[in-house]
């Protein structure tokens, strides 16, 4: 796998189709986007007419759970009085499933691209990089997105998921987090207009490291080690097969915003934070059906769209031979979620964070 691979989702608009819990996910950063809106308001009013407002989405895969968060934030400008044209751009890396997103800014019943002199443009760069111009960004928002990591610092040999990693290799991820944290907050303050805002829904683990999602993985994690059982991959390749996330505690997220000196990234201020869990809709579906088979169908066609590109691009073989131990792996898993939904409930925690660059932070 190349580096730009690192995160991407699975194309052809399937992780838009199975990111039910993604959309939960972000559904609780719209209290925070609606003040971050309310926030910048004034200071926009003040711009010369016709000047035109950046709105900056980071990780926006096929961009069907972005659109709810970018409703909220044109309804919240133009209700504020603002008539500033708007351009919204949406930011993922270069191998996003683009068409997807597109097509749904475009076509969606839901869109906000309708509300006059409003604009949807793209950029496909990683978002551990500057992507807009300086002072140039009004409101950020980024759900679910922050922890991909740019690089997998050191395999974890023994599982897919980098929540089981122990010793150096954790210490590794964990060192790999915490730079990609500052140089995304880094990048964001330099990008923010002076006054500007920005929220982030980032997937968190508590302090004991957990997720939420052990039983989940470690599903996935039996299955890939199945596949070696049976010949059809090597160990070796088992090996390099890492799904490259960490969850960052709360600790981690605050960290570069302390007040007391110790911060790493300057010119932010974090204006709240709080921790929260996103119930399991499809446990809370087979509750109501009694259907094991949905649930374990629902549930591995969301892992599946999410783990698939970085577990299996890592493979050096041919395209069919790859779907075939792919198809083989989630196959598995299903069976293995039928026969207890129980057992394989996820359920994520998020952190939310809104932070702001200071009105008077320099912005040449
Ligand atoms: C789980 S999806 C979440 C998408 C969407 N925001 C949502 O709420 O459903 C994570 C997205 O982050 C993107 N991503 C991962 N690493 C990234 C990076 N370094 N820069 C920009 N986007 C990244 C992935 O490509 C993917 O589209």
Redesign the pocket.
Known sequence: MTEDQ????EAGGE?SRH?LA??S??GLGLPLLGRAVAGVAPGVAALPAGVPVFVG??????G???LTPMATTVEGLRSGGIRAPIVVVH???A??DFTTLFKTVEESPDTYLRTPDVFAFAAG????ERIFPRASVLLGW????VH?L?RVPEPITDHVYSAFATGSVRDAFARQSAADWDAFLTARAAELRPGGQAVV?GGMALDDGTSGAEALMTALNSAVHALVASGSITEAESRAMNVPTWNRTMADFIRPFEPDGTATVAGLALLEHAAAEVPDQYLLAYRADGDKQAFASAVTGFLRA?TEPSLFGTLDRSALERRRAADAVYRSVEYTLATDPERYETVWKVALLRFAKAEDAPSG
């Open positions: 690192t995160g991407t989702m992780y990111s993604q959309h996910a972000g989405d980071f990780g926006a895969a096929g069907r759970n972005e930011t993922d890396i191998t996003n760069r990683s978002f551990y980024s759900a679910i997105a991909w740019s829904v999410f």
